[in-house]
């Protein structure tokens, strides 16, 4: 297409992402339904944005069956080379990327996790392993629990994650266990009477979350740095505050520990040009108009989150998010509007605990007694972030109020806490 004056310098600066990546399976606008006539423009484009996000989350399920039958047409999951643990992208039978999987035992400190830095951690310096606010070995369900969060209270930025079982022969087994699984298949192949009698044939499925892939992002370090230099249009840089607070929103909620700008992720969409308006002017209907780039974000790497106590030992492990300049703004309306009816309802805030409940019960090494002090510190974070929002705060200065912990006893009224101990170290 031609380019016309009217494409600004602005625009051509962030058109960089191809017109069709897309987050997962997207509508088409045939299936957008018309929008009403007492609908504002911003408004049309919240609802099919919307639209788009319920289709692709509609497709776990869907896709976990998908991502079987690729293993069993011999398409395996890869290992990511990137963090410190086992994450796997799955892929489905046309070879497409469709989600990431990360198996329980392969964690960070899990037994089998394929990577060595964290065995070199644990080695060379056993006083400083782990984050001792977490339970060990609950990130897949940290991981799933995030989604669940995000989808009832209507932020919509973490892929959609599930728990769910794979087995493939990339994954890191132990020696015993492929072996095991090689005997058994040799004796199904030799043998079909005896090996009818085996419970399972081949390598045992692993447990871990998985999640849906999202393409077309980059790591939010990479477009910050850009921003600063290229600010975006005014109207973009208002939808990215908002997304922005959504994602403090949910970050706070959860008391997520890992937070930094490598992984949470931004996407800069290619602004569309489209026709001048109808006009009885037949020299405008030459000119194009440009629509500014759409700005969106993806929460990835929730495993280090929903911890029992507030960190209290040497590490704070900090919100690298309220560093940003964005952080010094004042919660919009918006904000406001989209969480508070729900966080001030503590009816809600319960089924968000026992939805939480049914999912984390699912571990073999759950206990319940660890994840009431989880939900005590998850209604701590909800009491304080409720109190910002009415207040007006800023996102700095949220983490800046003193944390707190929520109880509630069976059969007892609710009771606040205040931790009395503090990090060593309050920056890292």
């Given amino acids: 297409m031609e380019s016309s004056p009217l494409v600004n310098q602005q625009s051509r600066v962030y058109g960089l992402e191809d017109e069709s990546a897309s987050v997962g399976r997207q509508p088409s606008a045939s299936e957008c339904s018309e929008p009403s006539e007492d609908e504002s423009d911003e408004q049309i484009k919240e609802r099919i944005v919307?639209?788009?996000?319920?289709?692709?989350?509609?497709?776990?399920?869907?896709?976990?069956?998908?991502?079987?039958?690729?293993?069993?047409?011999?398409?395996?999951?890869?290992?990511?080379?990137?963090?410190?643990?086992?994450?796997?992208?799955?892929?489905?039978?046309?070879?497409?990327?469709?989600?990431?999987?990360?198996?329980?035992?392969?964690?960070?400190?899990?037994?089998?996790?394929?990577k060595w830095t964290k065995w070199m951690h644990k080695v060379c310096?056993?006083?400083?392993?782990?984050?001792?606010?977490?339970?060990?070995?609950?990130?897949?369900?940290?991981?799933?629990?995030?989604?669940?969060?995000?989808?009832?209270?209507?932020?919509?930025?973490?892929?959609?994650?599930?728990?769910?079982?794979?087995?493939?022969?990339?994954?890191?087994?132990?020696?015993?266990?492929?072996?095991?699984?090689?005997?058994?298949?040799?004796?199904?192949?030799?043998?079909?009477?005896?090996?009818?009698?085996?419970?399972?044939?081949?390598?045992?499925?692993?447990?871990?979350?998985?999640?849906?892939?999202?393409?077309?992002?980059?790591?939010?370090?990479?477009?910050?740095r850009r921003f600063e230099s290229e600010p975006l249009p005014e109207s973009t840089l208002k939808d990215f505050r908002l997304q922005f607070e959504r994602l403090v929103v949910l970050d706070y909620i959860i008391?997520?520990?890992?937070?930094?700008?490598?992984?949470?992720?931004?996407?800069?969409?290619?602004?569309?040009?489209?026709?001048?308006?109808?006009?009885?002017?037949?020299?405008?209907?030459?000119?194009?108009?440009?629509?500014?780039?759409?700005?969106?974000?993806?929460?990835?790497?929730?495993?280090?989150?929903?911890?029992?106590?507030?960190?209290?030992?040497w590490r704070a492990y900090p919100y690298h998010w309220a560093w940003l300049p964005h952080a010094k703004t004042p919660f919009s309306a918006e904000i406001k509007e989209l969480v508070l009816p729900r966080l001030e309802d503590m009816n809600f805030v319960e089924e968000m605990c026992d939805d939480l409940l049914q999912l984390f019960k699912n571990d073999k090494g759950f206990d319940r007694s660890i994840f009431d002090k989880q939900m005590a510190v998850m209604r701590g974070q909800i009491l304080n972030l409720t109190q910002a929002l009415k207040d007006g705060k800023s996102p700095l200065q949220l983490v800046q109020m003193p944390v707190v912990l929520v109880e509630r006893p069976k059969g007892r009224d609710a009771r606040q806490k205040f931790p009395k101990s503090a990090p060593f170290f309050s920056c890292c």
């Fill in 50 to 114: 919307q639209m788009k996000l319920a289709r692709m989350w509609t497709d776990v399920d869907e896709l976990a069956v998908e991502a079987r039958a690729a293993i069993d047409e011999e398409i395996y999951p890869q290992l990511s080379p990137m963090g410190s643990s086992g994450a796997y992208f799955v892929q489905d039978r046309n070879r497409k990327i469709i989600a990431v999987f990360k198996p329980k035992n392969e964690e960070p400190y899990g037994r089998l996790n394929p």
């Fill in 125 to 224: 310096c056993p006083c400083c392993f782990g984050r001792g606010c977490l339970v060990p070995n609950q990130g897949y369900l940290s991981e799933a629990g995030a989604s669940l969060v995000d989808q009832k209270l209507g932020i919509n930025l973490v892929p959609k994650t599930k728990v769910v079982k794979l087995s493939a022969p990339s994954f890191n087994y132990l020696a015993i266990d492929r072996a095991k699984a090689r005997a058994k298949a040799n004796i199904n192949e030799r043998l079909p009477s005896v090996g009818r009698r085996f419970h399972r044939i081949g390598l045992p499925p692993k447990v871990g979350s998985f999640q849906l892939f999202v393409e077309g992002y980059k790591q939010a370090d990479f477009w910050l």
């Fill in 255 to 313: 008391r997520n520990t890992d937070r930094g700008n490598d992984n949470w992720l931004i996407r800069v969409d290619k602004p569309t040009i489209g026709k001048a308006p109808d006009s009885p002017d037949s020299a405008v209907q030459e000119f194009h108009f440009v629509q500014n780039p759409v700005v969106r974000i993806a929460a990835i790497d929730n495993g280090l989150a929903f911890p029992f106590k507030h960190p209290d030992e």
